[in-house]
């Protein structure tokens, strides 16, 4: 590898410059740090390990340096985006929407599109632009609307981050009976997904797991979690359109 350097993004965050796929693992200052993606470093290898402050931290510096964010965030994003268009809700929740949610240019006008995010300055951003955002972490998850609201909640690229049990109550309960949540998952260790599986059906829900046959990322899936049978198939069998 050719001469490289890293320099201090955010907390906490580091990005190699030049901005070529560096090692796995490096030491700067004194601390270990660890890959995520390709570009940035932080010092926790696994990421459901992070503080909140730690996420949002990552989540900042990536959004400093759109242009380095992975293509295959962007072919996710557009599975998801394809994948709503199929179900077409009237009503979607995005969980950690972050600056540039999925529907970043217009949402269907038939359906009610609200945001979420754990950092305050990404609702902040979004709620400067007049667009419906509320702060959703494990202290703050409180969406201020009715139950049973939601048709389709959507979170790209959030479980490989800490997921708590309130949020999944929240979700739940705002979630109609015939909805669906879709999320993908990657970077977690088989231990720690069967960890979040159990809090999901503790909060209520069906899961269904959709191995990734284009295998985008390390270990990636898609999972669908609903309160009924029929409805988590219906959205299994849309996605496997997409992604056979």
């Known amino acids: 590898m050719n001469e490289v350097a890293f320099e201090i993004v955010t907390p906490g965050v580091l990005k190699i410059v030049p901005e070529v796929k560096g090692p796995f693992e490096i030491e700067f200052d004194g601390t270990k740090y660890f890959r995520f993606m390709d570009y940035f470093y932080i010092q926790k290898e696994n ?107 959507i979170a790209v690229f959030v479980l490989h981050f800490p997921f708590h049990k309130s949020q999944l109550v929240e979700i739940y309960k705002r979630l109609k009976n015939t909805g669906i949540v879709i999320a993908n998952v990657y970077r977690r260790s088989s231990t720690s997904r069967e960890l979040l599986i159990n809090e999901m059906r503790c909060a209520g829900f069906k899961i269904k797991r959709v191995s990734d046959p284009k295998k985008l990322c390390a270990e990636h899936e898609y999972w669908i979690l609903g309160k009924q049978d029929a409805q988590i198939e219906f959205c299994a069998s849309r996605l496997l359109e997409l992604i056979s």
């Open 47 to 153: 990421l459901d390990e992070l503080l909140p402050v730690e996420v949002s931290n990552l989540c900042r510096a990536r959004a400093k340096y759109p242009s380095l964010i992975s293509p295959v965030n962007k072919e996710v994003r557009e599975i998801f985006e394809r994948l709503a268009h199929k179900i077409c809700p009237t009503s979607l929740l995005e969980i950690g929407a972050g600056i540039h949610p999925v529907f970043s240019k217009a949402a269907p006008e038939a359906m009610r599109y609200v945001l979420s995010d754990a950092d305050s300055e990404v609702v902040k951003h979004h709620v400067n632009l007049k667009t419906d955002c509320y702060l959703f972490s494990e202290k703050h998850c409180q969406v201020p609307l009715e139950d049973n609201n939601f048709e389709m909640v």
